[in-house]
């Protein structure tokens, strides 16, 4: 019950804690279904979307991870070995069984998501013993660095007509929300503070630094402008495997959960508090989704660069 003067715990939260308590009393064990959003929404009444909203919290909680063929269940702890050794390439020619694992995770976590990758997961699809994979690498740390060198090096492929500073930007924002695009997963565990040391994603990385070079940047100045496309697109990118998961659990399509809450929608913007908002939804050929919105966004980034560009060759006397 909440308490006088303090705001009502939202449907979820509520929700969430109740699971929580299930899971932490051991009413709800390690590999046991826990409910479904259809069965939250048959036990709490609430909306499809709260459910899946309950089911994503649990999630980055740590608590559950999605099982193929089974459903959303308690979360399985992976063992916790003790080796300390460099990673080595996913396939350098010296450990075809590493590259296979490799391969493995990566399809893994296409089909189901980063949050359902173990180690554990991964031995079970090869059909060895969970603890022979700790023979190829440290564990799933390393394993997801090995997944994303080889997604950039398999996925990103320089283009030598690209010879312009907007060409290389603009192909490697493209390469990389293509790449996001088919491994949902990969923008969950990039991290722009914290970079994956992947030798394929720095010789990309590389390739565009060289054609922003004697351009009058400073270098600090020249560093933030890759940053930032690349912090662009990602940041556009993660919402893809938190939509694929929310399909994928709740079985309901975007386009259906849209049209679910399109009555509440209509009595928001009848409501009259919002008239310019109101006025830009009801406009014929107005439409948002993931990809109109990394597009018109990348444009008006690299249009903003332009600008800085010009600036720094008016300052250095450069044409």
């Known amino acids: 019950m909440d308490r006088p003067g303090t705001r009502p715990e939202p449907p979820y939260a509520r929700i969430v804690r109740e699971i929580r308590r299930r899971i932490t009393s051991g009413e709800l064990r390690a590999g046991d279904r826990v409910p479904s959003t259809r069965q939250i929404t048959g036990e709490w009444g609430v909306a499809m979307a709260t459910a899946t909203k309950v089911l994503a919290t649990l999630r980055q909680e740590g608590l559950v991870q999605p099982m193929p063929g089974i459903g959303t269940v308690v979360r399985v702890p992976e063992p916790v070995p003790v080796r300390h050794r460099e990673p080595a390439a996913a396939d350098d020619g010296r450990d075809p069984a590493r590259a296979r694992l490799v391969r493995t995770a990566i399809e893994i976590a296409d089909a189901e998501g980063i949050a359902a990758l173990s180690m554990r997961r991964a031995a079970a699809a090869l059909g060895v013993p969970t603890m022979s994979l700790y023979r190829h690498v440290q564990g799933k740390d390393e394993l997801v660095l090995l997944m994303a060198d080889t997604v950039f090096g398999a996925e990103f492929t320089p283009v030598p007509s690209a010879r312009t500073w ?48 004697g351009l009058g940047l400073r270098p600090n100045e020249l560093l933030h402008l890759v940053v930032t496309v690349y912090s662009y697109v990602h940041g556009v990118a993660v919402n893809l495997e938190g939509e694929a ?20 929608f209509a009595g928001l913007l009848s409501s009259g508090e919002f008239p310019a908002f109101s006025r830009i939804l009801r406009s014929p050929g107005v439409e948002l989704d993931l990809d109109s919105l990394f597009e018109f966004g990348l444009l008006s980034l690299l249009d903003g660069i332009a600008v800085r560009v010009r600036a720094a060759r008016g300052r250095t006397g450069r044409r």
Not at 170 to 182: D, G, T
Not at 254 to 259: L, N, Q, S, V, Y
């Open 245 to 264: 998961q929310a399909r994928q659990e709740s079985g309901v399509t975007d386009d259906e959960w849209m049209a679910a809450q399109a009555p509440a």
């Open 166 to 213: 907007r060409e290389r930007l603009e192909l490697v924002a493209r390469q990389h929300w293509a790449m996001y695009r088919r491994h949902c997963w990969l923008a969950q565990v990039q991290s722009f503070t914290r970079p994956l040391m992947s030798h394929n994603a720095l010789a990309g990385t590389e390739w565009v630094v060289q054609g922003l070079t």
